[in-house]
């Protein structure tokens, strides 16, 4: 499995033609204690960087975008009922969606870990 990041704090983790979707440790940081997440209907398809979701914190919302165009397969209910796991764990448990991939060739405009710690540095 390969990860990618998005320049909008998102991360992609890719395993065959399946890829899960969440944000990342800075996205949750910046926006705090998360309270709720809208997470797209399975069987919708959306282009690269089109609005997938968005996440509400006591601070803000932002919105989640889609790192790569496909069609979603699962989303993270868990999630749903629990929307602090994005911030105790965005990269495990905190997982937002699942998407089968449509055009792995845009997997090439995404960053990868060391470009995305230089972003945020």
Same mark, same amino acid.
């Given at each position: 499995m390969t #990860?990618?990041?998005?320049?909008?704090?998102?991360?992609? #983790?890719? /395993?065959? /033609?399946? +890829?899960t979707v969440g944000i990342t440790h800075h996205a949750q940081d910046a926006l705090g /204690?998360?309270? %709720?997440?809208?997470?797209?209907?399975?069987? +919708? #398809? %959306?282009?690269q960087k089109a609005v997938a979701g968005v996440v509400e914190s006591v601070k803000a919302a932002a919105d989640v975008y889609m790192p790569i165009s496909g069609t979603v397969t699962e989303v993270n209910e868990t999630l749903r009922n629990d929307p602090a796991l994005a911030n105790s764990d965005p990269l495990g448990a905190g997982w937002f969606f699942k998407v089968q991939?449509?055009?792995?060739?845009? !997997?090439?405009? !995404? !960053?990868?870990?060391? +470009?995305?710690?230089?972003?945020? +540095?």
């Amino acid at each position: 499995m390969t #990860t990618y990041y998005t320049e909008d704090h998102e991360w992609i #983790t890719v /395993d065959g /033609d399946i +890829a899960t979707v969440g944000i990342t440790h800075h996205a949750q940081d910046a926006l705090g /204690d998360v309270v %709720f997440v809208d997470l797209p209907a399975v069987g +919708a #398809t %959306f282009a690269q960087k089109a609005v997938a979701g968005v996440v509400e914190s006591v601070k803000a919302a932002a919105d989640v975008y889609m790192p790569i165009s496909g069609t979603v397969t699962e989303v993270n209910e868990t999630l749903r009922n629990d929307p602090a796991l994005a911030n105790s764990d965005p990269l495990g448990a905190g997982w937002f969606f699942k998407v089968q991939l449509s055009q792995t060739g845009e !997997l090439a405009a !995404l !960053l990868n870990e060391t +470009a995305y710690q230089k972003l945020t +540095a």
